[in-house]
């Protein structure tokens, strides 16, 4: 019997001691984090969680992020620089481009102007010329002032060409105070050889109104 109870005493093991499953997964997840790569201003993807990141993670990330920020912001600002200039130089009804145009389909439209440079669809307007000869948009020659009243004053010249002659046309307009758009004050072409053609002359139209005197009974009274 006493053999049967020492080997019993023999026989008996110490218990092991196991880690409760807790602990066990947050070591391995500790163990994960501390092996991935750090995050810095120039490898974070954002992969990483925001509470995964140490405080020098956290700088890097804000960093970054303030960084990509500014330059959306700035690409906004860009974009609606150019758009406005766009607006003010070339499809505002006030822009230099918008008045040429107007002024070159008053040329086409004259028929003392077709007289002299032939068919209006043979009529071409540019602008200055360049020592570039393959340069094909012309700067356009203009510029604004403004008078003792207020008053601006636009004032442009550019050429036109036709299949007969060729010749300079100095385009003068006024907005008035107050006023939204310019108003035509002179638009006249100069062809060598021929006398000067005024499309627009708000004086002589200013003139020629004061002298029509009234109609009555089919008689014009003149004043």
């Known amino acids: 019997m006493a053999l049967v109870s020492r080997t019993s ?8 001691r196991t880690a409760p499953p807790s602990i066990v997964v947050r070591s391995y997840a500790t163990h994960l984090n501390t ?37 959306v912001i700035l690409g906004a600002v860009m974009t609606g620089g150019v ?16 008045h ?19 068919p209006a669809n043979k009529i071409t307007a540019y602008g200055e010329g360049s020592w570039n000869k393959w340069t094909r948009n012309r700067p356009i020659a203009s510029s604004v002032r403004k008078d003792g009243a207020g008053r601006e004053h636009l004032l442009m010249h550019f050429y036109v060409e036709g299949s007969q002659a060729k010749g300079t046309v100095n385009v003068h307009m006024v907005r008035p105070n107050q006023a939204s758009s310019y108003e035509y004050k002179t638009l006249k072409l100069e062809v060598p050889g021929h006398p000067v053609i005024y499309v627009r002359n708000a004086e002589a139209e200013k003139e020629k109104g004061k002298s029509r005197g009234l109609k009555f009974l089919g008689v014009e009274w003149t004043k």
Do not use: H
């Open 9 to 16: 005493k023999l026989l008996c093991f110490p218990s092991v």
């Open 35 to 71: 092996s991935r790569r750090q995050v810095t201003v120039a490898n974070d993807d954002g992969r990483v969680s925001w509470t995964d990141l140490s405080i020098r993670e956290k700088a890097a990330r804000t960093t970054q992020q303030t960084f990509n920020f500014g330059i």
């Open 83 to 98: 758009a406005y200039l766009l607006y003010t130089t070339v499809f505002s009804p006030d822009s230099k481009v918008s």
């Open 100 to 118: 040429f145009n107007r002024a070159v389909d008053e040329i086409k439209a004259s028929s003392e102007c077709r007289q002299i440079l032939g």
